[in-house]
């Protein structure tokens, strides 16, 4: 049974940083592509970044680009969201994700997801 669990998130000003982290445990970590996904009240989950198994190649939502950076350390079997210049519109719960494929944005293409983390960034 693939377990993912979100850590990191909290309360932060606006234009501060967290790091998220989502530690992977039942499965062969490095075989997995990992996404970041968020869903703010009221509002349909939304894409946030993805990364590749060995951890080279990344996309991002447009809204986060330049702003947020997802990186993996497949030793720890770990995924890593760090946010900066958070703005009050970041405001959401965090999930991260596995797929079987790589590089994915469609969240229905993932087929394990994590509990979620809190992020509230005020203004």
């Known amino acids: 049974q693939v377990q993912l669990v979100e850590s990191g998130g909290g309360l932060v000003q606006a234009g501060g940083s967290l790091r998220l982290s989502c530690l992977v445990s039942?499965?062969?970590?490095?075989?997995?592509?990992m996404g970041w996904f968020r869903q703010a009240p009221g509002k349909e989950r939304e894409f946030v970044a993805t990364i590749s198994r060995s951890g080279v190649s990344m996309k991002y939502a447009d809204s986060v680009k330049g702003r947020f950076t997802i990186s993996r350390d497949n030793a720890k079997n770990t995924v890593y969201l760090q946010m900066d210049s958070l703005k009050p519109e970041d405001t959401a719960i965090y999930y991260c994700?596995?797929?079987?494929?790589?590089?994915?944005?469609?969240?229905?293409?993932?087929?394990?997801w994590g509990q979620g983390t809190q992020v509230t960034v005020s203004s």
């Open positions: 039942g499965s062969t970590f490095s075989y997995y592509g």
């Open positions: 994700a596995a797929s079987s494929m790589i590089l994915v944005m469609d969240g229905d293409r993932y087929d394990y």
